[in-house]
C-alpha cells in the first residue's frame, strides 16, 4: 500500500491554482531555498502518514466548491520528492472528476515524475531566479534542472503558471524581468505568470525552530513594486 506524508491542508484554497482547491502541502524538500517561508516541511520524516486514499476522501468533501475551474493541489515541501504517492492521489483524482495541479520547484524530472506529469491538468513552476549565479547562491544549485522540466513541460503542452518570489535588493530589478520575459516567450505553454511579493510572517517559524531566517534583514515586497514589475513584464519584447 502507497503511504505518503503530509504537512498540511488548505480545504478552500485561492491562491494554488485555479479556481477553489484543496490543497495539500506534502512533507520533505530537497532545497534550502534562502527565502523559505516554510523550513517546517524540509524534513522528510516529518508530517504525518496518509494513503492516497485518505487524501482523495478529503477532497471529496469540498468538491461541490469547486466549479468548472477549481480542484486538487499537491503543494510542498516539494511533492516531487513522493511522486507515486503524488499520481496515486492525482489518479483518484481524475476518476473523480477532479482537476488537478502540481506546485512544484521543477527540481526533479526521472520516469515517476513524468508520470505524475501525465495525470497533471496546471503545473505552478517557481521560477525562483532568472539567473545561474543567484540560483547557486540563494537556492545552493543551479536552475538547470527548473528549465530542463519546463522545457518537458512545453514538449507535452502541460498547461504552466510561472511564479516568481519578487524579493526587494534581490531579484526586484528591471534585468530579471526582461531575462524572465524571455523564459515566457521561449516556452510557450507558459500562458500565466504571478509576481509574488516577499513576506517575513515565517520569521516566527524560524525563531520557534532556532533557525537563522537567511532574509529575515531584507524588506519586504511592496504593492506598488509589483505593479511596476508587471507593467514591465508586459512591455518587455
Request: glycine share 8%.
Amino acid at each position: 500500500m502507497i503511504k505518503g506524508r503530509v504537512h498540511s491542508f488548505q480545504s478552500l484554497g485561492t491562491l494554488d491554482g485555479p479556481g477553489v482547491r484543496f490543497v495539500v502541502f506534502l512533507q520533505g524538500c530537497p532545497l534550502r531555498c534562502k527565502c523559505c517561508h516554510n523550513p517546517d516541511t524540509w524534513d522528510v520524516s516529518g508530517g504525518s502518514e496518509y494513503t492516497p486514499e485518505e487524501i482523495v476522501s478529503r477532497v471529496l468533501r469540498y468538491k461541490e466548491y469547486f466549479g468548472k475551474d477549481g480542484g486538487i493541489t499537491l503543494s510542498g515541501g516539494e511533492p516531487l520528492l513522493q511522486s507515486e504517492f503524488a499520481l496515486e492521489i492525482f489518479r483518484l483524482c481524475h476518476a473523480q472528476g477532479i482537476n488537478t495541479c502540481l506546485d512544484t520547484s521543477g527540481f526533479i524530472l526521472d520516469d515517476s515524475v513524468k508520470a505524475l506529469l501525465g495525470e497533471t491538468d496546471r503545473v505552478l513552476l517557481d521560477v525562483k531566479y532568472t539567473s545561474e549565479a543567484e540560483y547557486r547562491s540563494n537556492v545552493g544549485t543551479g536552475m538547470k534542472k527548473t528549465i530542463d522540466f519546463l522545457s518537458y513541460l512545453n514538449e507535452m503542452n502541460i498547461p504552466v503558471t510561472l511564479r516568481q518570489v519578487i524579493i526587494p535588493t534581490v531579484n526586484d530589478s528591471k534585468e530579471n524581468i526582461i531575462r524572465l520575459k524571455e523564459i515566457i516567450n521561449t516556452y510557450p505553454v507558459i500562458d500565466k505568470t504571478e509576481l509574488l511579493p516577499f513576506k517575513k510572517l515565517c520569521q516566527t517559524k524560524y525563531d520557534s525552530m532556532g533557525m537563522h531566517f537567511p532574509f529575515g534583514a531584507l524588506p519586504e515586497c511592496s504593492k506598488k513594486t509589483i505593479e511596476e514589475l508587471y507593467d514591465l513584464l508586459k512591455t518587455a519584447p
